[in-house]
């Protein structure tokens, strides 16, 4: 069992990126991890990192150990996580990855309900608009919201995403409202910086043409409810999700305009690692989410309702 803990040690100094955070991580102290870490080395007879003062770096002997261990020990955790599915009781550290702000509005108001049905699965949960890829960054599972998850991972769909193109009452007053899609290059317009087609925007009309638009935007932001309070200050007309803004469009805060055309609409998914068993923790957090979230999804209800 020495040698596997030393491997273990490893693997997580080399995902840490550092001998300190490892440390942390585990709950010992650095000298220990030093010391696991240079009894793996001499026993291969091979050196698995450079180390300086200020970052560590991997030998080609070192990529590879990492590659195959790693494999290795995410077989062992399988079989862990088997052995507790056949116990049908989830437990341990759950790591989630979701867009900030869906995270923030949707899905952190769900986890103390979750976590009161689950009281031994811990939640260590990061919000981040960017794409990341979840096998390389560890986490369990993660909130996608797009046309089409990537195929390399298992994907639970849960809702469709609808946007709206919206401005508030003040902006639309002061500056008019668009009629048609072409009508937008005289507006100002405020985009999310991660969408695809940022500037290229997409409708059908209402006899279902096609009609597409390169809209200048005046600004650009990385986060929806940051533009949703641009909004509310009368900065402009953006395309954003209504579950953003559904609770603005029920007080008539924000307005709906261009309603006679289709525009974006994407679906929210809950994706995770390809698995031969999926653990007893990711798939009660999976049936949990798919049944607080359903296809016409509660803020959907919200925006829609007089």
Known sequence: MESLTDV?????????????RAAEHLGISRSVISKYVTRLEDRLGARLL???????SLTEAGRIFYERSRRSLQDIEEAE??????????????RINSPMSFGILHLAPLLPGFQAEYPDISIDMNLDDRKID????????SIRISEMPDSSLVARRLASCRHAIVASPSYLETHGTPRTPEDLLDHNVLSFSYQSSVNDWHFL???????????NSTVRINNSLAIREALLGGMGIARIPTFVIGQDLQRGSLLA???DYKILEVSIYLV?????HLSPKVRAFVDYMASRIAETPYWDQIADSP
Do not use: C, M
Not at 13 to 19: A, H, L, T
Not at 134 to 141: A, L, Q, T
Not at 272 to 276: A, H, S, T
């Open 272 to 276: 995770y690692p390809q698995r031969r």
């Open 257 to 259: 305009v261009l309603e």
């Open 8 to 20: 273990a040690v490893y693997v997580r100094v080399v995902e840490e990126g550092s001998f300190t």
């Open 81 to 94: 996580a088997e052995i507790s599915q056949l116990q049908q009781h989830p437990r341990g550290i759950l």
């Open 50 to 56: 450079n180390r300086t003062t200020r970052r560590l």
């Open 134 to 141: 979840i096998v390389d960054e560890g986490y369990d599972v």
């Open 205 to 215: 009309s209402p006899k279902n043409q096609p009609i597409s638009v390169a809209v």
